[in-house]
């Protein structure tokens, strides 16, 4: 019960898991839209992150949900919430 009030309370993202090599670690790759304020052009924007998967739920292809937590390493400070979509 803990782990749903933690999801809730911090910064959720959505995205698809692009590497699995690294032990309980994904790299999940987070696409951001927006119109541009000039142009008035969809623009995409991707960024990775680094996201703990203690127990290796997620493969490449999966889309996951990943938050915001306490650090885990220098560069990881993401956790993995739950898988959506299984490949």
Known sequence: MSENKETKSKF????EV???KMDKTIV?????TFIHDRYQ?????YKKYKVHD???NAKVGDTVE?????????????HLSR???SL
């Open 83 to 85: 898988v959506l979509r």
């Open 41 to 45: 052009k969809v623009i995409r924007l």
């Open 54 to 56: 203690e127990n290796k």
């Open 12 to 15: 959720v993202l959505t995205g």
């Open 18 to 20: 692009i590497s699995d």
């Open 28 to 32: 999940v790759q987070v696409e951001r």
């Open 66 to 78: 990943i938050y915001e937590g306490r650090p885990v390493s220098k560069t990881k400070y993401m």
